[in-house]
């Protein structure tokens, strides 16, 4: 035989063997094989859930019946507060206006009134995503979701559900739909430690549940899909586009269902709800580091709903005696000072602090307003001003982080130079931008120290362009400040035009203080529930910044606490940086600064007592002309600072900066308008309009104050040397203030004292 016969031996053996295999797979998978396993695994099913159904009883229930109360301790332990009884209030269904109750159908299962209380494909979805680990179910009908509320718990798990299945069968068969509907409203959860739809009510609207019309219904009913998320009273920009697109779509289901007349439909405006308060127990600054505990740890994955059932004993880093110095502060440097109730801006000043320990991210200190039953929103962590100048640090520190060269290609360094000319147009931008200086007070040729003591906005405007906004914009994030609607990659970020919190800037300083090792502020110090325990993340994170690129800009600062617009804050108690900050139309002004173990943030806010809260000026606080960065903000926080460090401190900053190489600045500042005005208006508004004449806020003792003239004598000479005595003050930013001539050093006993 050859080999071309052998070949085809095999090949024909081959063939043989492969029909018969196919010929043994198709016996063995026949269609009706096929089908008759899977309708044997279908009868096998329906025979595990018929025994489910006769064994799994419904339960008596939960209904929160044994709610504990949350302990909340001070870092040494000692008791902060005791909080836990439930906020609900049964109401019956004829308590609930009809059109309300359909408000709820329509925003959370169209067909309750047909279905047999489960959705089959939802809650099959339910299950997929809890084995794929993907979260919340969802799915669920009204009888599924009062079933686990009343009957089971939250936990989000495959038992619960198949459990949930077999009893919202059980409970459709034995109660009527009304008697489940009124269980189902009486039993979610809607945000602001409301439990219920009568105590919902009160809190959002402060009524009773019987007169709530179609319209607030419908927001309570949105609400229920991320009661925190869509909480009007502090959600954020998106939570409140979401829930107003929630609230839309219940009121066209309504449409749909025929329980709504369109023409009304197209009448109804959105129901913004009251203000939150405090709960009782939660007078002063209790209720703030409740809630800034609270928030803390849903963002550690533990549920409000959870948290909201008891049990718990919360450490917080607090350090009590540094929370009452900063109170004491607070009162000592601005409250005494106003008259909230004659003077109308006094009414209207709001202050926040956030104090960190820099080397543990612990948050040791915070002030979120005058009391959280009073004025409910915190002002330490609210994100809605602008935080200015104290955000030309960021720039700063971008600039060096990124070996970044100004548009003639020179390295941007502490000693580079930059035309300080008010409303001098930037260069290499595709957005038009030319804020104005303080007073429309031009610069000429400075160096970057020089711009920073002086805020002076034309530089770092600049320097945002030579970085690139969008380079800015990532240091920023990766140091902590939040992103937003409000944060566009332009050359305007330079004047702090974004939004952010005491709590971010405390942060971001903080991480800077730390050598560039970036700093999460964190107010939690254990968390603990029975058996279990929250496992927390360690505050101190990765590398951000190098240690240069942080001390450097370290180094920077201390310049302005020395020789700038920090210059209040300036003692031999302690070693300083730090940054002011006043932002457009005198809406916010602030002070962050740091030592070598400790950082805070300190603002002011105004804002009305009616719009909503609305921003308005603080101009005129005390009667002392603009409340600038350096006044009350910056008092306070030295204030502050010297208690906390027990009178003080002889540790110094263990800098690794980067030598510093000057040029001669060779004009001298001019207050006269710039010879050139920019072509094309900019696209964005400086961080202020041109102020008016700022006037320092009164000090302890009145006569020991710094003499001050807001209008600077044009014969007046200017010293070129940034580092000289003799340099003025912060003034020549649009969103800053002008402190004096002199650095002023804080008298320990009240008052200033000019330093020569």
């Known amino acids: 035989m050859g080999r071309a016969d052998e070949r085809r031996a095999r090949q024909q053996g081959s063939r043989r063997a492969k029909k018969e295999t196919g010929g043994r797979i198709r016996r063995l998978f026949t269609w009706k094989k096929i089908l008759g396993t899977f309708f044997g695994l279908c009868l096998l099913a329906m025979g595990a859930f018929f025994v489910a159904y006769l064994l799994v009883p419904v339960p008596d229930a939960n209904a929160q019946a044994e709610m504990q109360s949350n302990v909340y301790k001070y870092s040494d332990g000692k008791v902060l507060t005791r909080t836990g009884k439930i906020n609900r209030e049964i109401v019956g269904l004829e308590q609930i206006p009809k059109p309300v109750q359909r408000d709820f159908v329509a925003a959370e299962n169209k067909s309750f009134y047909q279905d047999s209380g489960v959705d089959i494909k939802g809650t099959a979805r339910g299950l997929l995503n809890t084995l794929s680990g993907k979260g919340k179910q969802g799915g669920s009908t009204i009888t599924q979701q009062y079933v686990k509320n009343y009957y089971l718990t939250q936990d989000q798990t495959v038992t619960r559900k198949l459990k949930e299945l077999v009893i919202s069968l059980k409970v459709d068969r034995q109660k009527d739909k009304n008697e489940i509907l009124a269980g189902y409203i009486n039993t979610s959860y809607y945000g602001r430690g409301a439990y219920g739809i009568q105590a919902a009510a009160q809190?959002?609207?402060g009524i009773d549940a019987a007169k709530l019309n179609v319209s607030q219904g419908a927001y309570l009913a949105a609400l229920l899909q991320a009661p925190n998320q869509y909480d009007w009273g502090q959600a954020t920009p998106t939570g409140k586009r979401l829930v107003t697109e929630r609230w839309n779509y219940v009121l066209d289901n309504m449409v749909g269902q025929?329980?709504?007349?369109?023409s009304e439909r197209q009448g109804l405006k959105f129901p913004t709800p009251h203000a939150p308060k405090a709960a009782p127990g939660m007078e002063g600054q209790t209720g703030y580091?409740?809630?800034?505990?609270?928030?803390?740890?849903?963002?550690?994955?533990?549920s409000q709903e959870k948290i909201d059932a008891g049990g718990w004993t919360i450490t917080l880093n607090i350090d009590e005696k540094k929370q009452k110095a900063l109170l004491a502060s607070v009162k000592k440097q601005l409250e005494d000072h106003l008259d909230r109730k004659k003077n109308k801006v006094d009414a209207t000043v709001q202050a926040g602090a956030t104090s960190v320990d820099t080397k543990t991210g612990r948050v040791v200190a915070m002030y979120g307003g005058v009391g959280a039953t009073e004025h409910w929103i915190s002002n330490a962590t609210r994100t809605d001003y602008q935080p200015a100048s104290t955000f030309k640090a960021v720039v700063l520190a971008s600039a060096l982080q990124n070996a970044a060269e100004t548009q003639d290609g020179q390295q941007i360094g502490i000693g580079t130079i930059y035309d300080g000319t008010s409303q001098r147009p930037v260069k290499g931008s595709d957005t038009p931008f030319a804020p104005e200086n303080e007073d429309d007070r031009s610069y000429g040729k400075v160096d970057v120290q020089k711009a920073m003591d002086d805020s002076i906005n034309s530089v770092f405007?600049?320097?945002?362009?030579?970085?690139?906004?969008?380079?800015?914009?990532?240091t920023a994030l990766s140091l902590g400040m939040p992103d937003g609607d409000g944060f566009p990659e332009r050359p305007a970020i330079a004047l702090g035009t974004m939004g952010a919190s005491t709590w971010d800037m405390a942060g971001v300083y903080a991480t800077l203080d730390?050598?560039?090792k970036q700093v999460t502020p964190s107010i939690v110090k254990s968390a603990e529930h029975k058996d279990s325990k929250v496992d927390l993340p360690d505050p101190i994170?990765?590398?951000?910044?190098?240690?240069?690129?942080?001390?450097?800009?370290?180094?920077?600062?201390?310049?302005?606490?020395?020789?700038g617009s920090g210059s209040v804050v300036n003692t031999d108690a302690y070693h300083a940086a730090g940054k002011t900050g006043t932002s457009e139309n005198n809406k916010s002004a602030w002070f962050v600064g740091y030592t070598p173990q400790i950082t805070t943030a300190v603002a002011l806010?105004?804002?009305?007592?009616?719009?909503?809260?609305?921003?308005v000026t603080l101009t005129g606080t005390a009667n002392s002309g603009r409340a600038n960065g350096g006044g009350f903000p910056a008092k306070i926080w030295a204030d502050y600072t010297l208690a906390a460090l027990n009178g003080g401190s002889d540790v110094d900053f263990d800098l690794e900066a980067q030598k510093v190489v000057r040029e001669e600045p060779s004009e001298s500042p001019s207050t006269s308008a710039p010879e050139e005005s920019p072509s094309e208006k900019p696209s964005e508004t400086p961080s202020e309009e041109a102020p008016s004449p700022s006037i320092t806020p009164p000090s302890d003792t009145p006569s020991e104050s710094a003499s001050e003239d807001p209008q600077e004598d044009p014969s007046e000479?200017?010293?070129?040397?940034?580092?000289?005595?003799?340099?003025?003050?912060?003034?020549?930013s649009s969103n800053e203030e002008e402190e004096g001539r002199q650095p002023v050093r804080p008298n320990l006993l009240g008052g200033n004292e000019q330093q020569r």
């Open 203 to 205: 809190a959002y609207y």
């Open 258 to 262: 025929h329980w709504l007349d369109p």
């Open 289 to 302: 580091l409740v809630e800034a505990a609270n928030k803390e740890l849903v963002r550690q994955g533990v």
């Open 461 to 474: 405007a600049q320097m945002v362009v030579d970085v690139g906004p969008a380079d800015v914009k990532k």
């Open 514 to 516: 730390n050598h560039g």
């Open 541 to 563: 994170g990765k590398q951000v910044l190098t240690r240069e690129t942080a001390d450097t800009v370290t180094k920077v600062l201390q310049g302005v606490v020395s020789n």
């Open 605 to 615: 806010f105004g804002e009305s007592p009616k719009d909503g809260g609305g921003q």
């Open 717 to 732: 000479t200017e010293s070129t040397d940034p580092d000289d005595p003799g340099d003025p003050g912060e003034g020549a």
